[in-house]
């Protein structure tokens, strides 16, 4: 039997093997070549909002840097808003507190009462007085009326008598009682006119007194003076609060502004009611629109007296830039105060607003 078919056999087997392996293998290789170059290019390829961060990132690097068109001044600065506290006019007890801090009032709500049942007390007594002076003053107008029946009488008898002594027809010493009797009359009646018009006194008096314990009880009812959000909450229902005490601190949410502070070159370039931008450290991709409504007109932080020019250009004086109107009306419930960011301020009205600097508000 020969051997060498069988070695033929085995050997061609062992080939086609390998070459089959090799085929193999160099597919693998292109597609994974091809694979890795798909996700290198896709790496490259950058996310839309990544290229925007980038984008408001660059653009706020720019801002932020040191250079900035001529006529053009920027500062840091902290948005600050008006501050009104309510507190309590009369001391008493806080019955009801109906707010509490973060919650939104509006211009006479009322936000808390204080009980004061020694107030309420005073002004039963007080109606009770002028029930009483109406009454005192029908009685005296029920006396005026039978005093001039009494003086009318007397005045006749008295005229009666004159012409009676003139004829002498009757007694002088009758004729005395009657003149008597009339005086006595005549003074009665002057006495209730006086009478009535100290009841009609005492009306006033009365009267006074309620509206003066009704104004004490129209104070003990705590409104919100201004529209606005509840700040600070300093008291809580059923503490025991003095005369003038401070119950809540609300802030005035359509008076907000950003302070700065500018060298005085530049201050005192700036025009009052002129535009300017505002961009905040949180939000950093919206532009909001101001105006200057206040250049001090002292400096801060320095000596009261300065005599060198050197000196004088490090005066520093506080610039308010108040918040528009209709942009707080419509993003209220977002405003806080406390938060840093950059006012930009123009020392030349004439100058344009570059395009970063164009109003870009939340949608």
Do not use: C
Not at 107 to 126: D, F, N, Y
């Amino acid at each position: 039997m020969s051997f060498r078919p069988l070695i033929v056999g085995v050997l061609s087997a062992v080939i086609v093997s390998v070459s089959v392996s090799l085929v193999a293998s160099t597919l693998g290789l292109s597609q994974g070549e091809s694979l890795i170059g798909k996700a290198r290019a896709q790496s490259h390829q950058q996310n839309p909002l990544e290229r925007a961060q980038s984008a408001v990132e660059s653009l706020i690097a720019r801002l932020r840097g040191n250079e900035m068109p001529d006529g053009i001044v920027k500062s840091n600065g902290r948005i600050e808003a008006t501050q009104v506290d309510v507190a309590a006019k009369y001391p008493g007890r806080l019955a009801t507190l109906t707010v509490d801090e973060g919650d939104e009032v509006t211009a006479g709500q009322v936000v808390a009462t204080i009980s004061s049942p020694e107030t309420e007390a005073q002004l039963r007594g007080a109606q009770a007085q002028v029930l009483k002076s109406k009454q005192a003053l029908a009685e005296a107008n029920a006396l005026i009326a039978q005093r001039k029946s009494d003086l009318d009488f007397a005045r006749g008898d008295y005229e009666r008598g004159k012409k009676q002594i003139a004829d002498r027809n009757l007694s002088a010493q009758v004729f005395d009682q009657r003149r008597n009797r009339f005086e006595a009359a005549e003074a009665a009646y002057v006495a209730a006119n006086a009478q009535r018009d100290q009841a009609s006194f005492a009306i006033d008096v009365a009267q006074s007194d309620v509206e003066r314990y009704q104004s004490i009880l129209v104070d003990l009812v705590l409104v919100s003076p201004r529209s606005g959000r509840v700040q600070y909450r300093l008291a809580r229902a059923g503490e025991v609060v003095a005369a003038g005490q401070r119950v809540l601190t609300i802030l005035d949410l359509n008076d907000v502004y950003l302070t700065i502070y500018l060298p005085a070159d530049d201050a005192g370039k700036l025009a009052l009611g002129d535009d300017a931008r505002i961009i905040l450290d949180p939000v950093p991709q919206y532009v909001f629109p101001s105006t200057i409504s206040f250049v001090a007109t002292e400096a801060q932080f320095t000596p009261k007296s300065v005599e060198t020019t050197e000196e004088r250009e490090k005066l520093m004086f506080r610039v308010k830039l108040q918040g528009d109107a209709q942009v707080l009306d419509k993003y209220h419930r977002q405003v806080k105060t406390g938060v840093r960011g950059l006012g930009f301020v123009r020392t030349d009205p004439r100058v344009p607003w570059p395009g970063e600097l164009s109003v870009r508000l939340p949608e």
